[in-house]
């Protein structure tokens, strides 16, 4: 079946330090590829997305290539700030409906 | 803007109530979905309707129900609520599109804290 492998963490970066958290994926056939963010007490909202190899979302200074030969989708940022500080998921969807979750990484940014 | 109301941001129910939690959408979307979130677990799939009246088991259905009797509002049951279903409960919506469906994003809501004593 599909699946999303991510770190939980707590990943504590610095303000202004460079981030990148790790994504690996296994699916069928080829899957979008997504980034939801989750801020303390809200639901989730699209980061950003791709939808085939080579692509490359992007969206507030975030970036993340959709890499078919690695299964990979890590998420970067130049330059974190505490604003920042939140949960991020990595997903696929390979179906019209579904989406596949991983399980979340908390980003704490310290000033 | 795509708006998922989810009508509690915090509920306490006691063992054996029957427990409704409701979700409505504003932006005429076919697909919908109930999802709990746990630490540790991330989210996991409890349901999801991609059309009214029709509904599918997601990866963790046993002890729940749903029901979509209107394209905007969701309904998932918790027929005997029980302590191990103490979770966040999150809703989500997204759009059927033919031949780029698997590229339509979910939106969510702010989700409803459960907790069951």
């Known amino acids: 079946g599909n699946s999303v492998t991510q770190m939980e963490g707590p990943v504590t970066l610095s303000e202004e330090a460079f981030l990148t958290i790790n994504c690996t994926y296994t699916?069928?056939?080829?899957?979008?590829l997504f980034w939801y963010v989750q801020y303390p007490g809200e639901g989730l909202q699209l980061l950003l997305k791709?939808?085939?190899?080579?692509d490359k979302g992007s969206n507030k200074g975030f970036e993340a290539t959709y890499r078919k030969e690695t299964t990979s989708f890590h998420l970067e940022k130049g330059s974190v700030q505490v604003s920042d500080s939140a949960v991020y998921f990595c997903a696929l969807s390979a179906s019209y409906q579904k989406v596949t979750f991983g399980i979340g990484t908390k980003l704490q940014v310290i000033p | 803007d795509v708006k998922v109301t989810q009508s509690s941001r915090y509920l306490v129910k006691r063992t054996g109530e029957k427990v409704f939690l409701e979700c409505v959408q504003d932006m005429d979307h076919e697909n919908m979905f109930w999802y709990r979130q746990d630490p540790g677990l991330g989210l996991r799939l409890i349901y999801f309707?991609?059309?009214?009246?029709?509904?599918e088991k997601g990866d963790i259905p046993e002890g729940y129900s749903v029901s979509r009797e209107k394209k905007e509002r969701f309904s998932l049951i918790l027929e005997s609520a029980s302590t191990n279903q103490t979770s966040m409960y999150l809703c989500?919506?997204?759009?059927?599109?033919?031949?780029?469906?698997?590229?339509?994003?979910?939106?969510f809501g702010d989700g409803t804290r459960l907790s069951i004593l």
């Open positions: 309707s991609y059309d009214v009246k029709m509904k």
């Open positions: 791709a939808t085939k190899a080579d």
């Open positions: 699916a069928t056939g080829y899957p979008s």
């Open positions: 989500a919506s997204s759009l059927f599109r033919t031949g780029g469906g698997r590229s339509q994003p979910q939106h």
